[in-house]
T-cell receptor, first 113, second 111 residues
Framework: DGGITQSPKYLFRKEGQNVTLSCEQN?????MYWYRQDPGQGLRLIYY???????QKGDIAEGYSVSREKKESFPLTVTSAQKNPTAFYLC????????????FGPGTRLTVT | GQNIDQPTEMTATEGAIVQINCTYQ??????LFWYQQHAGEAPTFLSY????GLEEKGRFSSFLSRSKGYSYLLLKELQMKDSASYLC????????????FGTGTKLQVIP
């Protein structure tokens, strides 16, 4: 089955620790995205990548880092520099042509205390 | 800049019809998405409108007026499982297909 996976579903960390969220897709999509969702707010773009070995900052990239070494994988690291890391993180992939529909993974709920 | 407005919450009765409105002001416009998101889950694609007019897909229809910066999602024959948040999102040119999401409309379907 084609799809996009994120793990784990729930993640707990202590303040000051870096944490990496995984995102894998087997849809053969070139474009991949990371969003953050907070209560009462829309999805906000953190980073996106249109092709392997290339990625760009989104609207709220500070305190986050990514890599895109393989087409299938786009991990997100939440660093200790991110002031409010507790949130629901969504990874998406999509074609860069046509309808530009984005397919979302199930999300990771990160709690930092 | 990009600005998307939609009502925060709506309530409708099972079996009825509900219309969720979305207005937008964006720098450039390629198309408008509607996504459905159940609580704690990922958004799922419902529709993508590029041209003016109504597009029907089963119980769901989506309308777009580019000149008015306006769209609506129409849900017919409401079912309890339609209780979810509905996200309006606009795609605009910007080096990549930049998609800006609204805050979503939380729809509650009651018996």
């Amino acid at each position: 089955d084609g799809g996009i996976t994120q793990s784990p579903k729930y993640l707990f960390r202590k303040e000051g620790q870096n944490v990496t969220l995984s995102c894998e897709q087997n849809l053969n999509h070139d474009a991949m995205y990371w969003y953050r969702q907070d209560p009462g707010q829309g999805l906000r773009l953190i980073y996106y990548s249109q092709i392997v070995n290339d990625f760009q900052k989104g609207d709220i990239a500070e305190g986050y880092s990514v890599s895109r070494e393989k087409k299938e994988s786009f991990p997100l690291t939440v660093t200790s520099a991110q002031k409010n890391p507790t949130a629901f993180y969504l990874c998406a992939s999509g074609e860069d042509v046509g309808t530009y529909e984005q397919y979302f993974g199930p999300g990771t709920r990160l709690t930092v205390t | 800049g990009q600005n998307i407005d939609q009502p925060t919450e709506m309530t409708a009765t099972e079996g009825a019809i509900v219309q969720i409105n979305c207005t937008y002001q964006t720098s450039g416009f390629n198309g408008l998405f509607w996504y459905q998101q159940h609580a704690g889950e990922a958004p799922t694609f419902l529709s993508y409108n590029v041209l003016d007019g109504l597009e029907e897909k089963g119980r769901f229809s989506s309308f777009l007026s580019r000149s008015k910066g306006y769209s609506y999602l129409l849900l017919k024959e409401l079912q309890m499982k339609d209780s979810a948040s509905y996200l309006c999102a606009v795609s605009a040119p910007g080096g990549y297909q930049k998609v800006t999401f609204g805050t979503g409309t939380k729809l509650q379907v009651i018996p």
